[in-house]
């Protein structure tokens, strides 16, 4: 019999490599970040999310009728079936995220391509999902308030769009470039908790929807994707820079982790972090709102007796101001994430069917063995 002596033990598999990808490339310790072999850097200041999202599912960049083609789909896809809107009705008062695992979840049953787990049917759902994921959190948004939902637009961006269904105001050209800055970060992040988890899905050759409604609910938590709301609450609580110091040393002195910073895989700067940075400057200043970046920049201050040990800022920390400069509730901060993310999950589904095998890692067994079994009649 194997004994717990034997066994190596990874708890949450770290540092454990499990499978081979092509798609995205980190090297956490130098805080390098590549999607298909281009650095986020290249990305996030030449490319568009729609380039991006179609550069992870194709392997290359898309020539201009490639793209334009890509852009149409996406187009095409925005509507979400009455049903669906339905049940976003229904279940209008649960957190975004957890109406948009559901609603997600639902799409399945209305997909022209659900029984089909082709390579080519995986993409086509993946790239509706990636629209649809878009109109669930503006319609759930709208309909929660009383509103009926902006019916999306045929023409503009998909970061555009997204600010638009918000309260059917286009938002300026310098707004939806840092939405769409935004999602091309948020893209794809290697085995990340969410991926992870489609991917254990995918396994068992369950479908994209499913796999996607799982990694909803895994971005949900605090540990992955809520960090922006929580960050933004921080920024509040702090109220004036010349907090910030004393609150971060209340907060460490009571073990307490400071939200938007530190992360399993990236020892140095998050690269992601950096065009985030540039953005909340720019937009904390066009909306005379400056004391926001010096907050943040405040904790940045406070932290830095903590990059010794690794811990720096992540993409989280400067996303959640942006988010609220432009006039986004906090609670869909995590939502806006998972809209970013859908190339990035699908790729990795794909991935996971092109090789598959159930993931199934073994446990070490801590309770007791050969206990008697007493009759519920003489149990004490
Ligand atoms: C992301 C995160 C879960 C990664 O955790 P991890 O890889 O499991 O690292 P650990 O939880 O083992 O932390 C290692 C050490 O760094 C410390 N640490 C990590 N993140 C910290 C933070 N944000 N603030 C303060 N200390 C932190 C831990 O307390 C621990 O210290 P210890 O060794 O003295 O106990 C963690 O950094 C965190 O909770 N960050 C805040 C939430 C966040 O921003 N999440 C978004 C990620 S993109």
Known sequence: MTT?????LHRGLQGV?????????IDGKEGVLEYRGY???????RSTFEETAYLLLYGNLPTKAQLEDFDARLKDARELPDQVLDVIHIVKDSHPMDVLRTAVSALASFDKDR???????????????TSQFATIVMAHHRIRAGKDPIKP???????ANFLYMLDGKEPTAATADLMDKDFVLHAD??????????RVVAGTSADLHGAVTAGIAALSGPSHGGAAENVMQMAQEIGDPANAAQYVKDLLGARKRVMGFGHRVYKAEDPRARHLREGVLKLSEEKGEPKWYAILEAVVEAMKPYARRGIHVNVDFFAGVIYYLNGIPQDLFVPIFAVGRVPGWTVQVVEQ?????LIRPLLVYTGEHNREYIPIADRG
Not at 17 to 25: M, S, V
Not at 115 to 129: F, H, P
Not at 353 to 357: A, G, L, V
């Open 17 to 25: 490599y499990f499978d081979r990808t092509a798609t995205t490339f």
């Open 189 to 198: 992040h290697g085995s990340n908790a969410s991926a992870f988890t489609a």
């Open 4 to 8: 717990s002596d034997d066994i190596q």
């Open 115 to 129: 029984a089909d787990n082709s390579v080519e049917a995986t993409y086509r759902k993946g790239i509706r999902l």
């Open 353 to 357: 069917y092109e090789h598959n095998i």
């Open 39 to 45: 650095s986020i850097h290249d990305l996030a200041t």
């Open 153 to 159: 637009s045929k023409t503009l961006s998909h970061a």
